[in-house]
């Protein structure tokens, strides 16, 4: 009898294990914490996020209303530095209520005591794309827009890459071909290492805001810029690998 992609055993694949600095699989139960699979970086929940049905076993599921969001202050996460110029961020992810709220931050860096912007991604649903900003002196600020916006409830996988000289985001959305990967040339990125890394709720200012509806599953942090072939590994046709599949 053949056996179906999902009860074939998962390939090893060291080489996209190289560097990487934590790992959410992201299925613990409601109002749990998220565990790394390092065992190094907690991600904080607020408001009590909820285990949902995810891309690879479970997911979490944030809403926007209940201002629920995940994040993380940990100094190993604040990427990039000057010791380490590069990361890549990547995961699956959807948009559960597109039209509810006018601006929806899916990943962020913010310093509220300095007032400093590192990188948001955001949707924004009256031009209904997915958007890209990003600041080198913490008050300036580059956009790069994905034109071609997820559909609802839909999983789209995001990686967004940097290094000292660029920054692009690829945007692939499932069944689909990579329709974005926009591309541009910067200095660093604000080097703010009290900036918490959140996901679903931005910290710009006294308390979190900007939330997300939506789901997230599977997301990785690396200390180095992926490479195109090992983001195709990471996808994995649209079906996701997980820890320990690139253990390294």
Do not use: C
Not at 1 to 21: D, E, F
Not at 101 to 118: E, P, S
Not at 159 to 180: C, K, M, N, Q
């Amino acid at each position: 009898m053949r056996m179906s992609q999902a009860t074939l055993a998962p390939k090893v694949i060291p080489l996209v294990g190289k560097g990487l600095v934590a790992y959410w699989k992201m299925g613990e139960a409601n109002g749990a914490d998220r565990r790394d699979s390092h065992n190094r970086f907690l991600l904080s929940q607020a408001g009590t996020v909820t285990q949902e049905t995810g891309k690879i076993g479970n997911a979490t599921g944030l809403a926007a209303g209940s201002s629920q969001y995940l994040s993380s202050t940990a100094a190993g996460l604040m990427v990039p530095s000057t010791a380490v110029p590069e990361f890549t961020l990547d995961g699956f992810f959807t948009l559960s209520n597109k039209a509810g709220f006018a601006f929806q931050d899916i990943i962020t860096r913010w310093d509220a005591t300095g007032g400093h912007q590192v990188f948001q991604i955001q949707f924004v649903s009256g031009d209904d794309q997915l958007k890209l900003f990003h600041s080198t002196t913490g008050s300036n600020s580059t956009t790069t827009v994905i034109d071609t916006a997820p559909a609802e409830d839909a999983w789209f996988y995001l990686a967004l890459r940097v290094t000292a000289t660029t920054i692009d985001l690829r945007y692939h959305p499932a069944g689909g071909s990579v329709t974005d990967i926009s591309t541009v040339s910067a200095v660093m990125l604000q080097n703010d290492t009290t900036a918490p890394l959140a996901f679903g709720a931005r910290f710009a200012g006294a308390t979190p805001s900007v939330f997300w509806s939506g789901l997230a599953d599977e997301v990785g942090l690396w200390g180095r810029y992926l490479s195109d072939a090992e983001l195709v590994l990471r996808r994995n046709g649209g079906d996701g690998v997980t820890y320990p599949t690139f253990r390294g």
